[in-house]
């Protein structure tokens, strides 16, 4: 791109970590949609989830691709320095797998086959499945991984392994590891099995290194995954870029679903080395809702504070082992769609 | 003479590491163990049980370090990032050269504020040496294209080298761009021209 292409554009850096959810961004970006915004986007890929959470509140971000619970941890200062922020728009729903290493998972039912979340095995047998396993072997815990102790994949193991009767912080030894580890771990033996957004779980399976035993679209379905995470600070001081960027991503999200030729089309572009590279090779497309994560990468982006209960619950008793409480005026602060609505009702410019 | 502290290091860059190393040993701490893509953090922790770790902001780990504290309520000794909010600029210069601690609940700021000062003075000498080193090499590129552009423009303009070369710098000087940069859409040019495109 020339420099007299991107004079007058307002430039702007993005974090993001290679996962499929990161799509809308990219799309956004590869697509033009940005631009049509009077916006040039930088996509910065960040190597774990605590260093693009620090560089978002120190301002080194301008906004990032987050983990759903992470704003409001992040506002609560639970996670890294207290700094309020806020998510003004939903970048995905569902996504996340329950993988077991083959030990574990042989004989497993599994939700592989592209049918409806309805039809899918419950998730409770193969959790009650995995109980009796552990129990009648014996030996060392097993190791289950996740990305990050404030997201879903940790909220939703720990509700997958309720399935089973199993205390998650007796029974089994927790670990945090960054998404695009978790095949490696497990394939070393380092793990026994993980819960991650997509691609890896379903890579993962591709491989022969794990079988997929539930999604998190069987717990919570179409719960918010990830969210667009902007600072209240950064907000207050830039409302018209922030109705920008809703604007952008709201229209790459159109655009997304407008045809199974675009789905294909933000598959390549997804594919290229600065965004998730070889990690999508096995994907053919990302129309929505399809193979066993059911994951959704556009659609309805408003952001609302009463479809975040499970999340919110997990995060209600995490503060509660720690004395405190969560304050519901905190979590519909954090999730309110008045960003989001402004922007969409305005007229383009 | 306050007891030395044990110090885990976690970097990739093996010359960087080095540094940090050195310059932590002369300040009389013990730097126990320094990780290169750790096989599995958490046993290092357990094994070595560090007073503080220096990482690696990029470093894919931090994840796992800034979890343990959550995770492992039967570590004896958990691990907490370190941001002092009396210390913003401190906070701001780590961040910016690119290092994050992570300290045992209880130790003093003030230790942890040095040894972190010794990390980022490290880290930011070892990113301009890096900055160095890059311009170096850029420099050896556009010798490269500007020989390859002069060649070219001889060709095509039916000039002399010395000729060739006004020609580069003038371009430069119009444009207000490097002569490197020049030399480089004068290849673009005239080579698509070669191949009739």
Known sequence: MTASRTAGLERLTLGFIPLLDAALPIIAREGGFFAAEGLDVALS?????????????????????????????????????????????????????????????????????????????????????????LRHRGGPPPCLAMVHPFSCQHYQLREWLAL????????????????????????????????????????AQHRGGGRIVASGAQLWPDHPEKVLGVTAAWAERHPATLAALIRALTGAAEWLGASPEHARQARDWLALPPYLDRAVNHLETLAPGTGPAQQRLGGDLRPCPEAMPPMAAHLDQALRAQGGRLDPARLSACYSPVHFDAATHQKRA | ????????????????????????????????????????????????????????????????????????????????????????????????????????????????????????????????????????????????????????????????EEQAYRMLRKLAMDRGQRIGEVAANVIDILERLEKGL
């Open chain 1, 45 to 133: 890929r960040e190597n774990a989830w605590s260093t693009l959470r620090d560089k978002l509140a120190a301002g080194l971000l301008d906004g990032a691709h987050m983990l759903a619970p992470l704003p409001l941890a992040m506002s609560l200062g639970v996670s890294g320095a207290a700094c309020e922020t806020l998510a003004p728009l939903v970048l995905g729903r569902n996504g996340n797998t329950l993988v077991l290493s083959p030990h574990w998972s042989e004989g497993m039912p599994s939700p592989n086959a592209d049918v409806p979340p309805g039809d899918a095995p419950d998730p409770g047998v193969s959790a009650r499945d995995f109980a009796r396993r």
């Open chain 1, 164 to 203: 089973g009767g199993i205390d998650a912080d007796h029974e089994v030894k927790r670990v945090v590891l960054p998404p695009p580890r978790m095949a490696e771990a497990l394939e070393e033996g380092r793990i026994d099995g993980f819960c991650v957004g997509e691609p890896w779980g379903s890579l």
């Open chain 2, 1 to 160: 003479m306050p007891q030395p502290l044990k110090i885990l290091l976690v970097d990739d860059e093996i010359v960087r590491a080095a540094m940090v190393e050195e310059a932590l040993g002369q300040e009389g701490h013990e730097v126990v163990c320094r990780l290169q893509s750790p096989a599995s953090l958490n046993e290092m922790v357990a094994r070595h049980a560090p007073d503080v770790v220096i990482i690696d902001m990029e470093s894919p780990d931090r994840d796992t370090l800034d979890s343990m504290s959550l995770l492992n309520r039967e570590n004896p000794r958990p691990v907490v990032f370190f941001a002092d909010q009396h210390e913003p600029d401190t906070m701001q210069a780590a961040l910016e050269a690119g290092v994050s601690a992570y300290v045992v609940d209880g130790l003093v700021p003030s230790r942890v504020k040095a040894i972190l000062e010794v990390a980022i003075a490290r880290f930011a000498s070892f990113q301009s040496m890096r900055t160095e080193l890059d311009k170096a090499r850029g420099q050896l590129a556009d010798r490269k294209r500007i020989e390859r552009a002069k060649g070219l423009l001889m060709k095509h303009q039916d000039c002399d």
